[in-house]
């Protein structure tokens, strides 16, 4: 079914450019794309979305977010099986959220619990937004999509419902 070409595609897509974005910049290297609204900057992210927890010892954030990511995943999948018949929507948000999932836990699981980052967007200094991948982004559409399937689906629920 194409719903694996999708999740394959993210984590393919996901680590292909983390890697080329290793291997031909220095850690903490910025580049412009679009002047200051859109750079390549290569970070490791110790942390979550955003960097949350990184302080965190790491005895207790490595194991942390290995677990939590594994565990993330094996619900999604779980949860996954039973949306095979629901609308392309559903199936599409959880290829995408799968894809992202994993493509952070291979990071975390191959860089000692950290994930290479290397999108950022913002407008000068003042309102950059956080430094993120394709994972992270599969994740953030994938998870608005499904938002957008439930408040949808409950309407023709509604609609369904109502006009019986």
Request: hydrophobic fraction near 55%; glycine fraction near 8%; aromatic fraction near 16%.
């Amino acid at each position: 079914m194409w719903i694996y070409f999708v999740v394959i595609g993210v984590i393919a897509l996901d680590q292909i450019l983390k890697y080329f974005v290793q291997t031909h910049m220095y850690l903490n290297e910025s580049i412009p794309v679009i002047g200051e609204y859109f750079r390549i900057t290569y970070i490791m992210n110790k942390g979550a979305a955003f960097g949350m927890l990184s302080e965190l010892d790491p005895r207790v954030r490595i194991p942390f977010f290995l677990v939590v990511g594994a565990g993330f995943l094996v619900f999604v999948v779980f949860y996954f099986k039973k949306i095979l018949n629901e609308g392309v929507l559903a199936r599409l948000s959880f290829s995408l959220i799968i894809g992202g999932a994993v493509g952070n836990l291979l990071d975390r699981i191959i860089f000692r619990g950290q994930v290479r980052d290397f999108i950022e967007l913002g407008i000068n200094a003042r309102y950059k937004f956080a430094v993120f991948n394709i994972a992270d982004s599969a994740i953030s559409i994938g998870v608005c999509l499904l938002l957008i399937h439930f408040f949808t689906e409950k309407k023709r629920e509604k609609n369904v419902s109502g006009a019986v």
